[in-house]
């Protein structure tokens, strides 16, 4: 009965059927299967698919929705269902904050992660143009607490477990960042990072060994894994050369397309705010924005455009 509802739905165009077939969901399998405890000789309440579960907070991350709200909405639409493969009955909200915990306390996050950059490679879609690097901030709620209020452990409020303030330009931001890495050729995300806020961007280098890597003004001075392509800045009494500011145009051009996985990340999918206060759940969070940044690419890049 739902799948004949469900050609209804088709026809007025599904995206997320289109994303589908694009990666091999079932290579999650074994990376998720570990983190259940429940297999032993006394049996215990079964499991839910590992790929139902990987799934579901690809639908999350997708459509910007709270656990509650994922329940629900995937017990409404029919696109949803379908993209879980029509089960008998979806993980319920508690089940989904469990499972995303898990992810966060074992790291099995970056496991899921690294699958699907083995799937982009057999795909042939290696890095061959040089990579962009750069990073964003994720805003978190920052509470009422005093600034100098511990953090971390000692943290008695949920404003600040290991959320930072930064400042850029004449505006603050309390929270954490983005760091990511897209390769040039085919606009796709190739590793990314998450950290507190107050963390400089020229910390963490995402280039490999060989790889050209675009960079902007604020990595000056810090020379990456990769070659380096990174833009220059004036000092005080040191102006720059027309030659440096012809190559500063030059690599801006080539690292401007390196926005676009913040802009859709944020706009579209509605991840530029976490409510969530420990670093390693961000990291979830943002593993899955980006993952889902990637669906959306891969079909941009299967129907050619």
Excluded at 91 to 105: G, I, Q
Excluded at 216 to 245: C, E, F, N
Excluded at 247 to 258: E, L, V
Excluded at 283 to 300: E, H, M
Aim: one cysteine or more; hydrophobic letters at 35%.
């Amino acid at each position: 009965m739902l799948r004949k509802a469900y050609q209804n739905v088709k026809k007025n165009g599904d995206r997320l059927a289109e994303v589908d077939p694009l990666i091999d969901w079932t290579a999650f399998k074994p990376i998720i299967q570990p983190i259940y405890d429940n297999r032993g000789p006394m049996g215990g309440r079964p499991n839910t698919d590992p790929v139902i579960m990987v799934k579901m907070l690809v639908l999350q991350a997708w459509y910007g929705l709270s656990d509650p709200e994922l329940e629900r909405q995937v017990d409404d639409r029919l696109s949803f269902q379908r993209f879980l493969g029509f089960p008998e009955k979806a993980p319920d909200y508690s089940t989904v904050w469990r499972f995303r915990e898990r992810l966060a306390e074992t790291g099995r996050d970056r496991l899921v992660w690294a699958e699907l950059q083995r799937q982009l490679d057999e795909k042939g879609l290696r890095v061959k143009k040089g990579v962009v690097q750069d990073a964003s901030f994720i805003t978190a709620d920052p509470g009422h607490a005093p600034a100098e209020e511990p953090r971390g452990e000692e943290a008695k409020t949920r404003r600040s477990k290991d959320g930072a303030w930064s400042k850029k330009g004449n505006k603050s931001y309390f929270g954490y960042k983005l760091h990511a890495k897209m390769d040039i050729m085919h606009g796709l995300i190739r590793a990314l990072e998450a950290t507190p806020a107050n963390v400089h961007d020229s910390r963490v280098d995402l280039s490999l060994p060989g790889e050209v890597v675009y960079r902007d003004k604020g990595y000056q001075g810090v020379k990456p894994r990769g070659w380096d392509a990174t833009m220059k800045r004036a000092s005080r009494g040191h102006p720059l050369s027309i030659w440096d500011r012809l190559r500063n145009r030059r690599i801006n051009r080539k690292r401007a397309p390196g926005e676009r996985p913040f802009a859709v990340i944020k706009r579209v999918f509605g991840g530029g705010h976490v409510l969530v206060t420990r670093l390693s759940r961000v990291r979830v969070k943002l593993v899955f924005a980006c993952i889902c940044f990637n669906l959306v690419q891969l079909g941009r890049l299967e129907a050619g455009l």
